[in-house]
C-alpha cells in the first residue's frame, strides 16, 4: 500500500486531521485538494493545539512535504495569519516543508464580503455558510474569473487582470447589495500585506507531485469536510463549494492519474453538524447539550455549537459509498462513556415506510428516525490502547456499527491526543 486518502463520511467534523497527523509519520507527502479555509481540522500534538484551516495536517512532522493542491481556495490572508500562528507555538513552515500549487486560485479581498452579504439577503433562507468567501469564490473560479497564485511572478499581468476584476466585481457589490466598491489601493495593500507574503511558498507543485509518485514517494491525501457536504452528492444545497469525495484527490492536487490504494474514511461515533441543513437525528434540549459539552462539540473556524445526535447509520453507510472507503476510522468513542445507553439511528421513515437508503435531498425535511438502543459501558476507556481491553459492550457497538455500514473499523480513536487511539 502506498497513497491513500482520508476523508469525512458524514458532514464534516469528524476528526480528520487528528487521523492525518496520526498517519503521516508513514508517508513523504500530505496534500490537500480541495475546499478552503472554511472548515477548521483540530490537532493535538507535543506542540500544542491546533485548529488548522488551510495548512496541511502534516505540518507539524519533520521530514514531511505539505502541499496546497490546485483544487483549493488558497486565501493568502487566512493563510499568512496561520503561517505565522503555528510558527509562534514552536512549528517551522517553510518553502521547503510547504508548497502552494501555482495553479490554485486565490480568495480574493471581496469574497468574503460577498459571502457575508448573501446570507444576510437570504435571511432565514441561508446555507450557514461560514463566511469564508468560499462559494463567491468557486462560483467566480467557474467563471474564470480569479487569480492564479502563480501571477505572483508575472506582477504587470497581476495588476491588470486584478484590475479588470475589480471593475467586474464591483458592479455587484454596488449594484446588487449596495456595499462600498473595492479600489485598486485596496487591492495593492492585499498584494502587499498578504501575497508577497505566501509567494516563497509558491511552486510547480503538480510537477513536483507527480515527480514524487513516479518515484515511489507515498502521498497522502487530505480531505476537508464530509461526503454528505459534497457539491455534487451531498445534502444540496446546503453543502460545500467543492467535491469533498476521494475521487476527486489526483485531480484537485495536480497529481492526475496517480493511484490511491487506501481510503480512510472518518467516522464519529455519534453525529455532529455545523451550519444549516437536514439532520434527520438531531437532538436537542439537555440531552443534545449533554452530548454536546462531553464532546466539546463547538466549530473549529466558527466557535458555533455543533448540531449533534446519535450515530446514523443511514447516513454513514451512504457516506462509505460516496468515498469508496478501504477502512474506518472511528473517532470520539470515549465521549459515550457517560451514556447509560447507546441510540443508534438505524433506518429513516420516509413517506410512511422504512428505508435504510439515503434519501434524495428534497425528501430528507420530512424524513424521520428510527432508533434502537444498545447498553452503555459506563467507565472511562481513555487510557485504553488494545482492543481486547475495551468494555465488551464498546466492543459490541463497534462490531455492530462495522457490521450495518460495510466496511471494516480498523482505528478507534479513545481521545484527542496523537497515541490515543486502538488499530484493530
Known sequence: MQNCAIVGINWGDEGKGRMVDLLTAEYDIVVRYQGGGNAGHTV???????????????????????????GVAVDPESLWEEIQQV???????????????????LVLP?????????????????????????????????????????????????????????????????????????????????????LE??????????????????????????????ALRDLDFGIHPYTTSSNTTA??????????GTKIDKVVGVV?????????????????????????????????????????GPIDIVATKYGVELQAATDIALTKLDVLSYMDEIPI???YIVDGEETDRFPFPAALDDAKPVIQVMK???????????WEDLPFEARQYVEYLEEKIGCHITYVSVGAERDAYIKR
Open 376 to 386: 452503555g459501558w459506563k467507565t472511562d476507556i481513555s487510557g485504553v490502547r488494545k
Open 197 to 226: 507574503k505566501i509567494k516563497p511558498y509558491i511552486c510547480d507543485s503538480g510537477a513536483y507531485l507527480r515527480e514524487a509518485d513516479r518515484s515511489g514517494k507515498k502521498i497522502l491525501f487530505e480531505a476537508q469536510l464530509g
Open 268 to 308: 464519529k461515533a455519534y453525529s455532529t453538524c455545523v451550519g444549516e441543513g437536514p439532520f434527520v437525528c438531531e437532538w436537542f434540549g439537555e440531552e443534545a447539550e449533554a452530548l454536546r459539552e462531553a464532546g466539546g462539540e463547538y466549530g473549529a473556524k466558527t466557535g458555533r455549537p455543533r448540531r449533534v
Open 87 to 105: 510558527e509562534s507555538q514552536g512549528v517551522p513552515v517553510t518553502p521547503e516543508k510547504l508548497m502552494i500549487s501555482d495553479r490554485a486560485s
Open 44 to 70: 493535538i500534538n507535543e506542540f500544542g493545539k491546533f485548529a488548522l484551516h488551510l495548512l496541511p495536517s502534516g505540518i507539524f512532522r519533520s521530514g514531511v512535504v505539505n502541499i496546497l493542491g490546485n
Open 110 to 194: 471581496w469574497h468574503r464580503e460577498l459571502d457575508a452579504l448573501e446570507e444576510q439577503r437570504l435571511s432565514d433562507k441561508k446555507y450557514g455558510s461560514t463566511k469564508q468567501g468560499i462559494a463567491p469564490f468557486y462560483s467566480d473560479k467557474y467563471q474564470k474569473k480569479t487569480v492564479l497564485a502563480g501571477e505572483v511572478f508575472y506582477p504587470e499581468r497581476l495588476k491588470s487582470h486584478l484590475a479588470d476584476l475589480l471593475e467586474w466585481k464591483n458592479l455587484t457589490l454596488t449594484g446588487v447589495y449596495g456595499a462600498e466598491p473595492y479600489t485598486m489601493e485596496m487591492i495593492d495593500e492585499w498584494i502587499e500585506n498578504y
Open 345 to 347: 439511528c438505524t433506518k
Open 247 to 256: 475521487a476527486f484527490a489526483a485531480t484537485g492536487s495536480g497529481a492526475a
